[in-house]
């Protein structure tokens, strides 16, 4: 998948995998990451980075068979 933020690639956020298994990495100089993951599990893929919100919340494959595609769109959150 990739991760975005007004068109612009977002680097090095934290990108979270659970569910049937458990991995973490980040995103690279184009904003894309990937895992390697087993067959026929079911997943859940959430991200994160400092001052950023992500559209949609979470990814969720179940009963994974083949490559998946989850896109992110991050947005500056408001400072409180």
Known sequence: GQILRNGYPVV???VNLSGS???TTTT??????SFDAGSN???QVTSAFEGL???P???S???L???QTGNFTAYRLPYI
């Open 12 to 14: 090095g956020a934290m």
């Open 21 to 23: 298994e458990n991995q």
């Open 28 to 33: 690279d100089g184009e904003g894309y990451y």
């Open 41 to 43: 599990g079911n997943y």
């Open 53 to 55: 919100g992500f559209l």
């Open 57 to 59: 919340l979470s990814h």
């Open 61 to 63: 494959f179940s009963n």
């Open 65 to 67: 068979n083949s490559n």
